[in-house]
């Protein structure tokens, strides 16, 4: 077998409607958890503003909740059927997680939090993230039912994770964006493949940040 003459879209077992077709079926499945998801959102926004360490605590557990919802619906539910390398990615994201939540609860920062100006960029870049780019999978599908919200669909989730990260001590926060940057190379090689070229500024967005995320002091 030459395996030189195959490419990427020989090992796809779909198209890019049957993929943007997902976004729709999730959204509409599992309503009203989207609305949920939005206010969450904005919830996460608020908590990053604040220095205690309750606030701190909040976001991470949230966030982790928001891994497991987007690995054990989207990716193990909807996505993994047409993809079986997200399977495993999805198994990876709930396992993420419960990482974040076990954080969230036996954290013990060595350090104060980020000063006021710093917190409120990052509340600010968090907001414009999960507000601004679910709209990127309705350009591409010209739909507006296919919202692809945070909590939800795992390309944002791991874009706007990078964020809450920063609280996080840089040792620690290395380790859990080794996760988000393989997912973020299996898909924008799965995007490029299929031909979305918009929706492709996500992982490409979250490749690009993730040094500056490791390097960022914290605080």
Known sequence: MDWSS???????MFG???????????????WPWPVVTVLASVLMAWLL???????????LALL???WVCSGAGFMLRYYGPINSPVEYFGWGFIAQGIALGLTAVVWRPESASPDTSRRRLIALAWLLVVCLLPWLVVMESGEWQALGLFAITPDLTVLASLFSLLLLPRRLRALLLLLPALWAVFSALTLWTLG???????????????????????R
């Open 64 to 66: 982790g909740m928001a």
């Open 49 to 59: 503003t604040l220095g205690e360490l309750w606030a701190r605590r909040a976001v």
């Open 16 to 30: 890019p409607e049957v993929f943007l077709r997902l976004y729709s079926r999730v959204n509409r499945d599992f």
């Open 196 to 218: 979305m070229t918009v929706l492709l500024i996500m992982p490409l967005a979250t490749l690009a940040l993730i040094p500056f995320a490791i390097s960022s002091r914290q």
């Open 6 to 12: 195959y490419s990427l879209a020989d090992f796809l």
